[in-house]
């Protein structure tokens, strides 16, 4: 697992973990807008981004990486940890092994029930058409289509380039075990109650309804999470795509007082 890191050292540590598939970039336009005020941290998740060579093992070994980092560089804590899909999910693990690791948490559009036939279907359709899918024909198509119809949702330059670089390298075997372990057998485990931070809880409101479900369930066992729908939105569609709108939201939960 690799970090990246932004801002001055010595300013309130926020560590923004990216989706499955993707990478560090996926936060980096954020990462830039929070720098000012924080020291922002962009791991890049085992078997992504430049670490496609590292096996993913599971949600829980990429927590006990991140806590770990965090032990041995930052002193143990940090200020807020947000998370979009897979990188939520974390989220809720480090939550879960270290109740008082944040004061704040962002968690978006990420499962904590397992659906394990969703899995199933998954991998089935991957088998078929992972060549469509993250060849670099593939991933240029893609680009080319965000940026004639949906300009709105299209990347800049640099993370296009960061995008044409890395997701060729992604492998199978990464996104099986991804299915595997985040969508078939991640349960939320009842220590969250234990929790401390102030936690957001995002989903676009054209989410699967078992994120929906998911967000339902961490509500009832933290009862203090704020659930937000973003309105005619997909999945990871702020983090990923809509920096600006991204921000709007999260800036202010992130400076009000705890």
Known sequence: MKFHEFGEKGLPHVVLIHGGGQAWWDYLRQARMLSPQYHVILPTLDGHGEEYGTEYISTEDCAEKIITYIDEHWGGSVYAIGGVSLGGQIVIEILSQRPDFAQKAIIDGSLCLPQPRLAKCCIAVMRCCWPMLFSKTASRL?????????????????????????????????????????????????????????????????????????????????????????????????????????????????????
């Open 142 to 258: 893609e680009l080319a289509f965000l940026n004639k119809c949906m300009p709105k949702m299209s990347l800049p330059k640099e993370i296009s380039d960061y995008y044409m670089r890395d997701m060729p390298h992604f492998r199978k075997k990464t996104m099986f075990t991804i299915y595997r372990t985040y969508m078939a057998q991640y349960k939320i485990d009842d220590r969250i109650k234990n929790v401390t931070a102030q936690v957001m809880y995002w989903y676009g409101s054209k989410e699967m309804k078992c994120v929906k479900r998911s967000a339902a369930r961490f509500k009832e066992l933290v009862p203090s999470c704020e659930i937000y729908e973003a309105e005619r939105y997909g999945h990871g569609y702020l983090a990923v795509y809509l920096p600006d709108e991204w921000m709007k939201i999260a800036e202010p939960f992130l400076s009000q007082d705890t």
